[in-house]
């Protein structure tokens, strides 16, 4: 298993754990489901988009 492969799977778990934890944490806040799951998944695919650009760059740097 490649580094960024690695990197890539972890990316998936973190997403989702900011997923969980922002929609608890922005509907504790707002008391509106609809925002906080907007607010959550916008969080998330933003916490993924970063880990999917470092799983990139490792396999460009790492490539042999």
């Known amino acids: 298993m490649s ?3 690695m990197i890539k799977w ?3 778990l973190v ?3 900011v997923f969980i934890f922002g929609t608890i944490l ?3 806040d707002t008391k ?3 925002s906080s799951l907007s607010a959550a998944i916008l969080s998330a ?3 993924l988009i970063s880990f999917i650009m ?3 760059l ?3 740097f790492t490539k042999k």
């Open 15 to 17: 997403s989702v754990l």
């Open 10 to 12: 972890g990316g998936y």
């Open 58 to 60: 490792a396999q460009v």
């Open 3 to 5: 580094v960024g492969s």
């Open 32 to 34: 509106n489901l609809l």
């Open 45 to 47: 695919l933003l916490v």
């Open 26 to 28: 922005f509907y504790n």
């Open 54 to 56: 470092i799983s990139w």
